[in-house]
């Protein structure tokens, strides 16, 4: 997986954003025949002063004349410019119609709340008993459709993967949604695109596209409850989470826990990221659970200042939970 | 004797003493004449004349240099938010204070610098380009200023006391909303609009006014300087697109104090209200601040081209037609709000379209190079370097005008990289070229051509350096109003450019203040038309007398100074002993009525600071709307109450 | 070098004032109307625009403004401008004692109308805190409001000064047109704000 393609317009990795490159280059090449167009001439008239003796100006006393040739040249001008903007519009315009027409076969449901600063993802599902609630990352089966409905519970947020489509705003009290077929496999980053807030810049998200079977898998383990802590260390962290702060706004399905202000935490430990912007690692755990404030300023998530003993146990649970 | 036989005989009494009115004319010329036109025209002198001036050129002057004030302090903040942005994952700044940069960047730069610039320099350069004494409603123009000076003192004087906004400079509802942003800021915000907005309409009544009834006799619409075109499309533009944004302002305001539902969508308001009233006003905004700086290149152009501008109706109908189809855009920047794509796709060909009238006036200035003799002094490199980079910034207007590209493209750094080169291509090259031009006509002084040619090309090349890297930026990935951005997207490397190629841009601005500086104590001493013009403002002296021209001149060519023939026609009778200017007609500038113009007065200073405390109270109490109102009305009508009651023999207002 | 001037013309015998389009002041109210109506026709594009959200309109079963209070300040603003017209002709015909006894008239209109908009806030039937409906029903009646007060009070103003003698002169009757101008503008902008405010609700 390179780099380059991780958050990239160019990731070329779905059905809608496949267009883009095409309209890209077709956009390009026009403009850039314009420029080059407007500079050459630039040139020329620069280059021209050197023939002084065809100049209309005040010193020749024909600074009321133009050449003729101008006249064609404002004409031919306009033509060509309104003739590329009409072929550039239509472009615009098929290859619009065209990922309309991608979107209309969905076959998968997923609802995602934008939140100050974090994404909220369901997946839908007819039966109750199979919808999946987690929180920043999103897995994906290739080549299925998938309809993501965007809400929000606060401000506008955008919903932006470059490698997989463009982007839709989460606007609170609206519901807007936005279609994605991804083609290939592999990791993919996005990032909130509309401000805010304080932690704009720190609300990404990850998607994950597997293949089928993997998805189904991943599904199901998703639907499994939050295993039963087994160590000391975990059940004292088990004790912690479910009584005390932490389940005023965070779930754990199979525990009390059970308010959804927050992010899920059912299967916390195997997301790919921690607080919509670090890598998912043990210290970074330590790190957010001891001090959100410090690490993203101005966070929903309070820092509740842990006794240590406390917070190896907290951590020790949420490791558990895979 | 019934009242009306007084007043008859009163009317007979006054039109003898009329009689013996000393009136400029072919006895009353040359300096004796100048001498008694600078005693009526000047203004008191002491800091309670400074203030209390209705003269255009000091308010024009004192207008350019606030606003670059205001360009340095926003150009300030860009560069404390590059530092911030040189390396991936920096806690240089924190990410309450970047928020507060970004949105005070952009506040100061859209509303603070680039709007008033452009008015300072028209009510500056506009009377004496159109061959008369004084604008329009001098009063009004100095108001105008003071209002703008106390909506950016408002704005930055809470930023440096830490409660200044940070909900970007656009705003966006429900999180400038009262859920969503506690305390003060954007109320702050909301207000500052609130003193520009009025600001800049008072100046567009001021301005249009002035171009459509004070030109001098003989200057018909069709012969009229192409930028004084430019500032009459942009004035009606003012009036329709500034009303919007006061609007939405003021809307925000009450949600924010006294609970009204206008975007709170629990109650059925919206939030996409505030995006529409916002953009009605934004788009048009931009054309604003682009229009003026299309009539500078027209300016230089023919000016270091030796011959006007190519298809000068041209140039005209585009001006009015761009200033049109402005106000149908402005829902490209909504493509990704959810709404009707049908409906998108409108917004995307009227946002094409408008590349048109734009793309014409280009071929008309390559065309009026082509067809002269381009001489390359600083100003005409200006205006090069906005050929060159200004195209590039509508190429990719015309990239995001499409729906599919802009909702990958939209509020990432592309649109960033965009409206820059827009901007500083497109308003400030033509900008600095016109200030390095007027310099002469302002001062009395020409500024530095060898300082004014290095500035130039390390403000081109540096500007290349800060903001193309922008657009790769944007294409990897990273979105707008992020105070960081993690490392191993490949964004190191074009946020480290710009943020170099930025403080190659500062450097550069400083030394064109360097130069201007230096050059208004030691810079050449100018004539008359040093640029050998063809336009009015270089047929009086440099700098003007209070009075602009002698005599009042008259014009039969669009080039009066190149068709003179040695001579200025002028007409005569106006009086020298009080303040008199001539009114002539819409469209054939024939000589109308004479207008006596306002003696110097503090009242627009007073009613300034009366709708100051207005405004400002009422961030904090609605009942200021009511008690603040009373001084504001007393202000008002101390304005307009005349200083004496008796009649004069001609009208004078004091 | 600045040109030697060469006189074409003199024009110490033009007037100093103009009634209609040749007095810059009318151009500068034009200014002022083309502004404030644009600052309503955007507030009722916001009306409409809120209005499209809801099945009804006002909603939830909420009542209609009282017409009576409407109704009644449309009636007193229409016929004010009968006493309008006649300032505006004696202005014309520089009938300053005319000016001088309607201008109190007119004045106290002004008064009535400002009373009779009191008692229209009072039977709006709804708070501007109660949703979006009720906060642009108050908002459109508040500019309104607040446009109708500075022209009475410019008019109180201006009465003032006609009642000394520059009311004798030719730009105090310009300025004493061009107010009932603008007092024609004020009513002209009731009409549809009043359609919004009484009759679309009940459409």
Redesign the interface.
Same mark, same amino acid.
């Given at each position: 997986m390179s780099i380059q393609h991780y958050q990239s317009i160019f990731g070329n990795a779905a059905t809608e954003v496949r267009q883009f490159n095409t309209l890209f280059v077709i956009f390009l090449v026009v403009c850039a025949v314009m420029y080059v167009a407007v500079i050459a001439f630039l040139i020329a008239g620069i280059a021209r002063r050197r023939r002084a003796a065809e100049a209309n100006t005040v010193e020749e006393g024909r600074h009321h004349e133009s050449d003729p040739a101008m006249r064609t040249g404002l004409i031919a001008w306009g033509a060509v410019v309104g003739t590329g903007l009409v072929a550039l519009a239509i472009a615009s315009f098929v290859a619009d119609r065209s990922m309309a027409n991608a979107a209309a076969h969905e076959k998968l449901s997923i609802t995602v709340t934008g939140n100050q600063w974090w994404w909220d993802v369901q997946y839908n599902a007819a039966d109750n008993s199979k919808m999946v609630r987690t929180a920043n990352e999103l897995h994906l089966p290739v080549g299925v459709p998938v309809r993501i409905m965007l809400k929000s519970n606060d401000v506008i947020h955008s919903f932006w993967v470059p490698s997989l489509a463009g982007k839709q705003d989460l606007i609170p009290g609206r519901d807007t949604d936005i279609t994605i077929t991804p083609q290939k496999v592999g990791i993919y980053r996005g990032q909130c695109a509309e401000y805010c807030g304080a932690e704009h810049a720190k609300m990404a998200l990850v998607v994950d596209v597997d293949s089928y079977p993997d998805f189904i898998k991943w599904w199901q383990h998703q639907l499994q409850t939050a295993p039963k802590p087994t160590t000391p260390l975990a059940l004292a962290g088990y004790n912690y989470v479910t009584s005390r702060n932490c389940s005023a706004c965070h779930a754990i399905a199979g525990t009390p826990a059970s308010a959804t202000v927050g992010p899920d935490l059912t299967h916390l430990a195997s997301r790919r990221t921690l607080a919509a912007s670090m890598p998912m690692s043990e210290g970074n755990l330590y790190g957010w659970v001891a001090d959100p404030q410090s690490i993203k300023p101005g966070t929903k998530m309070p820092t509740i200042g842990l006794e240590p003993n406390e917070l190896h146990a907290v951590v020790a649970y949420l490791e558990t939970l895979k | 004797m019934t009242?009306l036989e007084r007043?008859r005989a009163?009317d007979q009494r006054l039109a003898k003493e009329r009689q013996r009115i000393a009136?400029d004319?072919?006895k009353l010329?040359g300096a004796k004449l100048e001498a008694r036109l600078e005693r009526t025209w000047r203004r008191p002198p002491g800091i309670l004349g400074w203030l209390a001036t209705v003269d255009h050129k000091e308010i024009g002057r004192r207008y350019i240099i606030t606003a670059l004030l205001f360009l340095a302090l926003g150009g300030m903040l860009s560069l404390a938010m590059r530092l911030q942005l040189a390396q991936p994952d920096s806690n240089l700044i &924190?990410?309450?204070r970047y928020?507060e940069l970004f949105t005070m960047h952009g506040s100061t730069m859209m509303f603070l610098f680039a709007v008033p610039v452009m008015e300072g320099v028209a009510v500056f350069i506009i009377p004496l380009m159109l061959g008369t004494r004084s604008t329009?409603?001098p009063r009004?123009n100095a108001f105008s200023y003071y209002m703008y000076l106390f909506g950016g003192l408002l704005l930055w004087v809470a930023f440096l006391l830490n409660i200044g906004p940070?909900i970007?400079w656009f705003a @966006?509802t429900?999180?400038s909303g009262p859920?969503?942003s506690p305390g003060k800021r954007a109320d702050i915000w909301a207000q500052m609009i609130t003193f520009t907005e009025v600001s800049a309409?008072a100046a567009?009544?001021v301005l249009?006014?002035t171009i *459509?009834?004070?030109r001098a $006799?003989g200057m018909t619409l069709a012969r009229m300087p192409l930028f004084a075109w430019a500032m009459l499309v942009v004035a009606v533009m003012i009036?329709?697109s500034?009303? &919007?944004i006061?609007?939405c302002s003021g809307?925000l305001i009450?949600?924010r104090l006294?609970?009204?539902?206008?975007y709170?969508? @629990?109650?059925?308001?919206?939030?996409?209200?505030w995006q529409?009233?916002f953009w009605?006003f934004g788009h048009p905004e931009v054309y604003i601040i682009f229009l003026p700086a299309t009539g500078f290149v027209s300016v230089i152009t023919e000016t270091f081209?030796?011959?006007?501008i190519?298809?000068y109706p041209?140039v005209v109908l585009a001006l009015i037609s761009t200033g049109i189809l402005a106000f149908g855009l402005w829902v490209h920047h909504m493509f990704?709000?959810?709404l009707p794509?049908v409906g998108?796709?409108f917004y995307?060909?009227a946002s094409?379209?408008v590349?048109?009238p734009t793309?014409?006036q280009?071929?008309?200035w390559?065309?009026t190079?082509?067809?002269?003799? $381009?001489r390359?002094q600083v100003p005409m490199l200006y205006v090069?370097g906005f050929?060159?980079t200004f195209?590039?910034g509508g190429?990719?207007g015309?990239?995001i005008?499409?729906?599919? #590209?802009?909702?990958?493209?939209?509020?990432?750094y592309f649109i960033v990289a965009h409206f820059h080169y827009v901007l500083i291509g497109g308003a400030v090259f033509p900008l600095l070229g016109i200030l390095t031009y007027w310099f002469p006509k302002i001062t009395g002084r020409m500024m530095s051509e060898t300082l004014g040619k290095i500035g130039f090309w390390m403000l081109f090349l540096g500007f290349q350096l800060a903001f193309f890297p922008m657009h790769f930026a944007?294409?990897?990935?990273m979105?707008?109003?992020? @105070?960081? @951005?993690?490392a191993? #997207?490949?964004l190191e490397l074009p946020n480290l450019l710009s943020t170099i190629g930025a403080f190659v841009v500062a450097t550069a601005v400083g030394l064109f203040v360097v130069n201007g500086l230096y050059s208004l104590y030691r810079g050449a001493i100018a $004539?008359?038309?040093p640029w050998e013009a063809?336009t009015l403002e270089w047929?009086?002296?440099s700098p003007p007398p209070p009075y602009n021209f002698?005599?009042?001149p008259?014009v039969d060519s669009k080039?009066p100074?190149?068709d003179?023939e040695?001579?200025?026609?002028?007409?005569?009778? *106006?009086r020298v002993d009080e303040k008199e200017t001539?009114?002539t007609?819409?469209v054939a500038a024939s000589?109308?009525?004479?207008?006596?113009v306002p003696a110097a007065s503090l009242w627009p200073l007073i009613l300034s600071i009366a709708v100051a405390v207005f405004f400002i109270s009422s961030i904090f109490s609605p009942w200021a709307v009511l008690f603040g109102s009373i001084p504001c009305?007393i202000a008002a009508?101390a304005w307009?109450?005349?200083k004496e009651?008796?009649?004069n023999p001609?009208?004078v207002i004091t | 070098m600045i040109l030697e001037p060469r006189f074409t013309g003199d024009v110490a015998d033009l007037p100093t004032h103009k009634f209609g389009p040749g007095s810059l002041t009318w151009w500068g109210i034009i200014g002022f109307m083309v502004i404030e109506g644009t600052f309503f026709a955007l507030a009722f594009a916001a009306y409409f625009f809120l209005m499209g959200h809801e099945q009804g309109w006002p909603p939830e079963a909420r009542q209609a403004p009282n017409l009576l209070w409407g109704t009644l300040f449309l009636i007193v603003i229409l016929l004010s401008e009968i006493p309008n017209t006649m300032i505006k002709k004696a202005a014309h015909e520089r009938d300053v004692p005319a000016i001088r006894a309607l201008m109190p008239v007119i004045i106290g209109i002004g008064g009535v109308l400002l009373i009779i908009r009191g008692f229209e806030f009072n039977n709006l039937n709804c708070r501007w805190t109660d949703d979006a409906y009720s906060s642009i029903v108050w908002a459109i009646l508040f500019l309104h409001t607040t446009h109708i007060l500075t022209d009475w009070g410019d008019t109180v103003v201006l009465w003032f000064l006609m009642m000394t003698d520059v009311g004798w002169e030719g730009r105090r009757l310009v300025d004493t047109d061009e107010n009932c101008m603008y007092w024609r503008y004020v009513w002209l902008l009731w009409i549809p704000v009043y359609l919004l405010v009484y009759w679309v609700p009940r459409l």
């Open positions: - | 009242e007043v009163e009136r004319g072919p010329t &924190s990410p309450q928020n329009a409603f009004l940070d970007g @966006y429900p999180l859920q969503f309409l567009a009544v249009i006014c *459509l009834k004070a $006799p009036v329709f500034m009303p &919007s006061a609007l809307m009450s949600d006294v609970g009204t539902q206008f709170n969508h @629990y109650e059925h308001g919206d939030a996409l209200l529409h009233l009605f081209c030796r011959r006007p190519f298809a041209v990704a709000t959810g794509r998108y796709s995307t060909s094409m379209t590349a048109i793309g014409l280009i071929f008309c390559l065309a190079m082509w067809d002269g003799r $381009p390359f090069v050929i060159v195209v590039i190429l990719s015309v990239i005008a499409s729906v599919p #590209l802009d909702l990958q493209l939209h509020d990432t944007g294409l990897l990935g979105p707008r109003r992020v @105070y960081t @951005y993690p191993g #997207l490949g $004539p008359p038309n063809s047929a009086t002296t002698a005599h009042v008259v080039t100074l190149w003179a040695g001579e200025l026609p002028v007409v005569t009778g *106006l001539l009114l007609t819409v000589p109308d009525l004479r207008e006596p009305a009508a307009f109450w005349p009651l008796n009649r001609e009208p | -």
